[in-house]
């Protein structure tokens, strides 16, 4: 149990101006987390609250990792930073060749040149920026176009948000011109309540054949997915899906990006989704687990064809991009003692041990009240409930809120619940969290 002391006193919420949220709401009835211990919250009233969430799919290990604040005290007390531009220190070389052993895909994969960033975000932009530098670099600069889909996510950057598909998102702010999207492959008249992959809609891949017909191959760098996208709602590729995508990638010289911000770090029960679906991308994504959540970072993984084709040329600067914190020192010493919990613990592949029991007890909420899809795979799951017509999005949130007082942490959005427990879960918790959460959506509904 953590000795963190329990603040009983609200602070005075004014002055933080809390990203994604509806600040009058929550600042009105503030929800309070003040320490954290494997899979458990404590709120401020001293509550123990289950973390269905892994905080925001990002503490694969659970919470209070001894080993992870250990290296990171060390590493704050030997080199708290040093500039990776034009300068190195070690801990960034050996954090990135730790990566490279695990990459994307395995060895034969070659996805294992490693660009540190500060988060997700970053990650994507930089991955976007990648690729077009590398289409110039290899005498296709007129490929300037980026793919999302919709109903993706790519984080907030001007980048991210351009290719990413969600419209609140999107809409007060302008976007990098020349993008376009897939459709999203969200097919619930044909593809409801299915555990895994499901049947219908690998034709949706070939959505991509339509945007070259449009715009032209030759204008076209890049398409960027998640493989299974999680913040609209928990997503999953039909079968044979992302191998179709791939295919017609290949066909139009368009680079492949897989987003593995949430499916990274064994999420789906192999260390990323690159391996889990068999489907080898030209660049994939992370942050989030990277570090177990712990310190802010993100890691985009190259092949190294890509990285290579930039290595040509005059002696100079190779690509000018960067971050003052890539590699930074003290991350990559939370990254390093993170993969080290994850490789003692075998967390990388826990969630392949417990996917089965993990879809059926959630699979057992169909036919509560309101429940009109659910989606499991690896340890992540999406709840769907029928939205009010008067206030979408209303039911989920009073689900969160009634789940929170219960004592378990969800995450909602739209009216699409969904669930992504550290790895760490005990199988007797997935019954706790089916029981809580089937009682909020029957005291809701
Ligand atoms: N990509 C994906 C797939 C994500 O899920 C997220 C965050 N949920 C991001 C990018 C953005 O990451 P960050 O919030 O660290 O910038």
């Known amino acids: 149990m953590s000795d963190a002391p329990l603040r009983k ?50 503490v694969n290990a659970g919470h209070g990792r001894r080993g992870i604040a250990q290296a990171v005290e060390r590493q704050l007390n030997s080199l708290d930073f040093a500039p990776t531009f034009q300068m190195g220190h070690p801990i960034a070389f050996e954090f990135a060749e730790a990566l490279a052993e695990i990459a994307p895909g395995g060895p034969a994969a070659g996805l294992d040149r490693v660009f540190f960033t500060g988060s997700g975000s970053e990650s994507v932009d930089t991955a976007l920026k990648i690729a077009l530098a590398y289409q110039r670099a290899i005498g296709q600069g007129t490929r300037t176009r980026l793919i999302g889909r919709e109903r993706g996510y790519h984080g907030v950057g001007f980048g991210g948000i351009s290719v990413g598909g969600i419209v609140s998102n999107r809409r007060a702010f302008p976007q990098i011109p020349g993008t376009d999207h897939l459709r999203h492959t969200h097919d619930p008249a044909r593809n409801a309540f299915t555990k895994g992959q499901p049947e219908h809609g690998a034709d949706l891949a070939d959505d991509l054949d339509r945007l070259v017909a449009l715009h032209g191959a030759e204008t076209i760098a890049a398409c960027i997915v998640e493989p299974v996208a999680g913040s609209t709602g928990v997503l999953i590729p039909p079968k044979g899906y992302l191998e179709r995508l791939r295919a017609a990638c290949d066909r139009h010289g368009i680079l492949l990006i897989f987003d593995e911000v949430i499916s990274g770090f064994g999420r789906l029960g192999a260390p990323f989704a690159t391996d889990f679906f068999g489907v080898v991308p030209d660049l994939v994504t992370t942050a989030k687990g990277l570090t177990n959540g712990t310190i802010p970072m993100g890691a985009v993984f190259a092949k190294r064809s890509v990285h290579d084709a930039l290595m040509q040329g005059p002696d100079g600067i190779e690509l000018f991009h960067g971050y003052t914190y890539s590699g930074h020192p003290v991350a990559c010493a939370a990254g390093l003692a993170t993969l080290e919990v994850y490789r003692e613990e075998g967390l990388l592949t826990r969630a392949a041990d417990l996917a089965d029991d993990w879809a059926a007890a959630i699979h057992d909420l169909r036919g509560r009240a309101r429940v009109t899809d659910i989606r499991t795979i690896g340890l992540i ?35 699409i619940i969904a669930l992504s427990p550290p790895l760490i879960l005990e199988r007797a918790q997935i019954g706790e969290i089916v029981g809580i959460l089937g009682d909020a959506i029957d005291r809701v509904a």
């Not at 029928?386 to 999005?393: H, I, K, L, Q, V």
């Not at 007082?405 to 909602?412: D, F, H, N, S, T």
């Open 9 to 58: 006193n609200t602070p005075a919420l004014d002055a933080f101006w809390m990203p994604f949220t509806a600040n009058r709401q929550f600042k009105a009835a503030p929800r309070m987390l003040v320490a954290a211990h494997g899979m458990h919250y404590t709120a401020d009233d001293g509550r123990q609250v289950l973390d269905g969430t892994a905080g925001l799919w990002c």
């Open 381 to 415: 799951a999406g709840i769907e409930l029928e939205s009010r017509p008067d206030a979408p999005g209303k039911r989920a949130y009073e689900v969160f809120v009634d789940c929170f007082e219960r004592g378990l942490l969800i995450r909602v959005t739209g009216d």
